[in-house]
Antibody, heavy 120, light 111 residues
């Protein structure tokens, strides 16, 4: 069974940093592209970042470019998101998401999410 | 990176059909067939319902269907059931720089 378990969320002040992690199991982690998607309180889904299978290629939403860094450790089956210079509007539940075997632009498994709150 | 445009809400009675639109531009929805639809039931994580505009993943009911014309994609749900009530999001690949965008979401109410 595919499982994605996020950790690292919490309360941080504006301008602060946080590192999210996602422990993956139940599939060959190194084969799938991985993504982070966020959802603000009562709001819609927003794609944040993606990393390809070997961790070499990444993309970011304009809103986080230069502040967030996505990475993966295929030996440890772990996905990470380093978030710097956090802003109030980064407040959201952050989901670790697997790129589908049907196509890397689709998401077939989602973690339960970890809440990041940016507030003074 | 503006979100794709979806109606905020739609409603229908059990057994009826509804259609949710998703309007983008020639840079995203209009440029390829990499459009997907997700269902998010209350308190749950999103679930992939449609990919590549009109294909259904294994296990998804054939009551769900997708289509596209120009810059607008559509999700149709036929034979509405109470358990269909939730939020629906479209997504589209938007090129190598913007990469991927979601729609703003549509709340489906089954009356």
């Amino acid at each position: 069974e595919v499982q994605l378990l996020e950790s690292g969320g919490g309360l941080v002040q504006p301008g602060g940093s946080l590192r999210l992690s996602c422990a993956a199991s139940g599939f060959t982690f190194s084969r799938n592209w991985m993504h982070w998607v966020r959802q603000g309180p009562g709001k819609g889904l927003v794609w944040v970042a993606r990393v390809n299978s070997d961790g070499i290629s990444t993309n970011y939403a304009d809103s986080v470019k230069g502040r967030f860094t996505i990475s993966r450790d295929n030996a440890k089956n772990t996905l990470s998101l380093q978030m710097n210079s956090l802003r109030v509007d980064d407040t959201a539940v952050y989901y670790c998401v697997r790129g589908s075997d049907l196509g890397t632009y689709y998401f077939d498994y989602w973690g339960q999410g970890t809440l990041v709150t940016v507030s003074s | 990176q503006s979100a794709l445009t979806q109606p905020a809400s739609v409603s229908g009675s059990p057994g009826q059909s509804i259609t949710i639109s998703c309007t983008g531009t020639s840079s995203d929805v209009g440029r390829n067939s990499l459009v997907a639809w997700y269902q998010q039931l209350p308190g749950k994580v999103p679930k992939l319902m449609i990919y590549e505009v009109s294909k259904r993943p294994s296990g998804v009911s054939n009551r769900f269907s997708g289509s596209k014309s120009g810059n607008t994609a559509s999700l149709t749900i036929s034979g509405l059931q109470p358990e269909d009530e939730g939020d629906y999001y479209c997504s589209s690949y938007a090129g190598p720089y913007t990469y991927l965008i979601f729609g703003g979401g549509t709340k489906l109410t089954v009356l």
